[in-house]
């Protein structure tokens, strides 16, 4: 199978079962990677859906700061 015939496939498959209402597709919140402005240390952040910027604190070194 080629890549296209696969992305056919796939979606055929979702809309018959969106058809059926088998699944349903949610919105949840999403996940920042964000690196400390002191430190440098790597920071995983959960924002809510439509939040652009999120404060926090490192993890690492407890930097309290705001994502961009």
Known sequence: ???QSMREEAERLIRETMEKKNIVIK???T???AVCGKCGAPNRILAEK????V???C???DHK???L
């Open 27 to 29: 919105q949840g919140q």
């Open 55 to 57: 404060k926090f604190a």
């Open 31 to 33: 996940r920042i990677e």
């Open 65 to 67: 700061q705001e994502t």
């Open 59 to 61: 993890k690492q070194c």
């Open 50 to 53: 439509g939040a652009t910027r």
């Open 1 to 3: 199978m080629s890549k």
